[in-house]
């Protein structure tokens, strides 16, 4: 192999998608194999050095773009309005905050209606089931709405089996008209931005249904340990880098918790009422004091 099929190589793989640190797997497993191919003096010398600075990295990540609450709503109107199949689909992930690939390879049995949950359990990636995006299982809190909705679902896909013929019901909850896994990108090109628009919303990333989640829950006073857990961040700090600053007022809250019963500000008395309830209380503490003396 030759250096410059060695840089054609490394530069198709970008062009395909692969991320840099895949590529820089692929360069370093090439470079081993021609290292020993030198030593064993079967080449001159090693074609696959000095070729690391070829690998791009990584473009910055692309700003966290929720929706609002208003703003949710109108979509899954749209989506309920225009692509009543694929209303359960959003609705859970405006509910659960799972990933693309975990929504797609969600199945039946991952569902506990009595308990109330989701066990995120494989992501469908490329047309392959994997594991979660941390590689570890999760439970996911389903809300009313949402549990109703996807029972009603499951009594319409029975139907919906038997009617066309299947054999049995597709074990994931959201597949196509023939049963089989939705595709991700007729998914977002032909329903998400269609209903997006059909909304008058902005164009934004699918992913972003999963940050509107979060944020809702923060704005609703969830904490961000309770975010983490349910988004199935490997780490508390993710979660902080990146929904910290959508806490409301976090800050000035923490530091008015500092203050005393009396004083607001410097040399500033606290209510009147607040202090009337204070000295009412002391006189009841006196005259109990008095009565039991």
Not at 226 to 241: A, E, F, R
């Amino acid at each position: 192999m030759t250096r410059p099929e060695l840089r054609e190589l490394i530069i198709t793989k970008q062009k395909e998608g692969l991320s840099p640190a895949s590529v820089s797997r692929i360069k370093a497993l090439v470079s081993v194999i021609l290292s020993h191919a030198l030593e064993d003096g079967l080449i001159a010398a090693n074609p696959a050095s000095r070729l690391g600075r070829l690998i791009k990295n990584k473009e910055p990540k692309a700003d966290v773009n929720p929706l609002t609450r208003e703003e949710a709503r109108a979509f899954l109107e749209a989506v309920r309005e225009n692509y009543p199949r694929y209303y359960p689909f959003f609705l859970c992930a405006l509910r659960t905050g799972m990933c693309l690939g975990e929504l797609l390879a969600l199945e039946w049995s991952d569902i506990d209606f009595r308990g109330g949950f989701i066990e995120v359990r494989r992501n469908l990636v490329e047309g392959r089931f994997t594991t979660p995006k941390n590689h570890k299982t999760r439970r996911v809190d389903m809300s009313r709405q949402l549990s109703d909705t996807l029972r009603t679902l499951q009594a319409e896909r029975k139907k919906e089996a038997l009617a066309k013929g299947w054999k049995e019901m597709p074990p994931q909850v959201f597949v196509n008209e023939v049963g089989k896994p939705l595709d991700r990108g007729n998914l977002v090109r032909r329903v998400f931005w269609r209903s997006l628009e059909k909304a008058g919303l902005r164009r934004i990333r699918l992913h972003d249904l999963r940050h509107t989640y979060a944020s809702l829950l923060i704005q609703n006073g969830e904490s961000l340990a309770y975010v983490k857990d349910q988004l199935g961040h490997h780490s508390i700090q993710l979660t902080v880098d990146t929904y910290g600053h959508l806490v409301p007022g976090a800050n000035r809250q923490a530091v008015d918790r500092l203050d005393d019963d009396f004083f607001t500000t410097y040399g500033q008395e606290a209510g009147a009422d607040r202090v009337q309830a204070l000295v009412l209380k002391g006189l009841k503490w006196l005259n109990l004091a008095r009565l039991s003396g």
